[in-house]
């Protein structure tokens, strides 16, 4: 009962470059849209959130571009760092359910 | 403030056993959600306790239940373990239910292996 689809499964990329993750949702009752990140050894921790209202969220070096129509959401890592190189969550929410993306793999080489 | 903790941290069970698994939430929080995290997979949510109540439960059969104590605390217990049920169980805290409007705070999680 997989309602959020999440790609690539891995990423790699050079210090400096932009990474980008993809999302697609099912249920359009979803309300809430995070994004998680998780390094070994520690639970997920929130990056950054939007709600389906805005197309567009930025915090930093991540944004994330929401279309409500496509039900699809991806997050951006500008100037990627090797400290980023985690494993990154998408989620989807309404009222007290929250569902999870498969999880990306994100390793930024120096 | 110590944030989301959990206990164990690790945990080996062999195949029909039962284990409990803790949960103390961040201070200041009243909420606790428990999911399962297989290896190369996003968290599953199993269930989320407020006012020691189950609110809401996801696709895990009865063999998972939960109990939440009048300090906020938690346990999940698993009866009759399944190779299966190997995976790490996260627990996450928050104020209030509506996790919409209330972040999720995750403890580091508990890693369960049943042989």
């Known amino acids: 009962q997989q309602q959020v689809k999440q790609s690539p499964q891995s990423l790699i990329v050079q210090k400096g470059g932009i990474s980008i993750i993809n999302c697609a949702y099912e249920?359009?009752?979803?309300?809430?849209f995070p994004w998680y990140q998780q390094f070994p050894g520690k639970g997920p921790a929130l990056l950054i959130a939007?709600?389906?209202?805005?197309s567009e969220k930025k915090e930093g070096r991540f944004t994330i571009s929401f279309n409500k129509s496509a039900k699809q959401f991806s997050l951006h890592i500008m100037d990627s760092q090797p400290g980023d190189s985690a494993t990154y969550f998408c989620a989807a929410s309404k009222s007290n359910d929250m569902r999870f993306g498969a999880g990306t793999r994100l390793t930024v080489k120096p | 403030d110590a944030g989301v903790t959990q206990s164990p941290t690790h945990l080996i069970k062999t195949r029909g056993q039962q284990v409990t698994l803790r949960c103390s939430p961040k201070?200041?929080?009243?909420?606790v959600s428990w999911y399962q995290q297989a290896l190369g997979q996003g968290p599953q949510f199993i269930f989320q306790?407020?006012?020691?109540?189950?609110?809401q439960r996801g696709n895990f059969p009865d063999r998972f239940s939960g109990h939440q104590f009048p300090n906020y605390s938690s346990e999940l217990n698993v009866n009759a373990l399944l190779l299966g049920d190997s995976a790490l169980y996260l627990c996450a805290s928050s104020y209030g239910t509506a996790l919409t409007y209330n972040e999720q705070f995750f403890g580091p999680g508990t890693r369960l292996t049943v042989l």
């Open positions: 939007i709600r389906p209202d805005v």
């Open positions: 306790y407020y006012e020691e109540e189950e609110r």
């Open positions: 249920n359009t009752a979803f309300d809430y």
């Open positions: 201070s200041g929080h009243d909420t």
